[in-house]
């Protein structure tokens, strides 16, 4: 449930907490709004896995989330970050994941674990249908 901001209360206690593929789907698809071409869509989790910054690279495709994850995290360094999500949207692609979106997944968390940031998923989005990395085998395994 998300509670008005007020006056003195720490800033990790506004906003839902991301506990999972469907809190971090709906939380991307606010932030992002209507997608017509491609877009990766980075969220940043506090150590309360809150929302802490909310970014959306418009024309990126899944080559370029490694580059646009790095950026974010470098604007964040030395703020309260703890977990990265991150989405790539192909309004007219698949949601299999290719061997391409693996490979930037793998780089992606070289980066964040460079940072000290945990990522806890990559979700690949195509119109109403998506698919979240984490649930794969290979994820669980590190690759």
Same mark, same amino acid.
């Given at each position: 449930?998300?509670?008005?901001?007020? *006056?003195? /209360?720490?800033?990790? @206690? +506004?906003?839902?907490?991301?506990? $999972?593929? =469907?809190?971090?789907?709906?939380?991307?698809? &606010?932030?992002?709004?209507?997608?017509?071409?491609?877009?990766?869509?980075?969220?940043?989790?506090?150590?309360?896995?809150?929302?802490?910054?909310?970014?959306?690279?418009?024309?990126?495709?899944?080559?370029? *989330?490694? /580059?646009?994850?790095? @950026? +974010?995290?470098?604007?964040?360094? $030395?703020? =309260?970050?703890?977990?990265?999500?991150?989405? &790539?949207?192909?309004?007219?692609?698949?949601?299999?994941?290719?061997?391409?979106?693996?490979?930037?997944?793998?780089?992606?968390?070289?980066?964040?674990?460079?940072?000290?940031?945990?990522?806890?998923?990559?979700?690949?989005?195509?119109?109403?249908?998506?698919?979240?990395?984490?649930?794969?085998?290979?994820?669980?395994?590190?690759?």
């Amino acid at each position: 449930m998300s509670h008005p901001c007020r *006056a003195g /209360r720490p800033r990790h @206690l +506004v906003g839902p907490r991301i506990l $999972g593929p =469907d809190d971090a789907r709906w939380a991307l698809d &606010v932030s992002v709004g209507p997608v017509d071409g491609p877009v990766v869509a980075v969220l940043l989790l506090d150590r309360d896995q809150r929302i802490a910054l909310a970014t959306v690279f418009e024309g990126a495709t899944a080559a370029d *989330a490694p /580059r646009a994850v790095g @950026l +974010v995290l470098d604007g964040a360094a $030395g703020g =309260d970050v703890r977990a990265a999500v991150v989405a &790539v949207y192909r309004p007219a692609g698949s949601t299999l994941p290719f061997r391409a979106d693996r490979e930037a997944a793998s780089s992606m968390r070289a980066a964040c674990d460079d940072a000290g940031v945990e990522l806890l998923d990559v979700l690949l989005v195509a119109g109403h249908r998506w698919r979240s990395l984490a649930d794969t085998g290979p994820w669980r395994a590190g690759g």
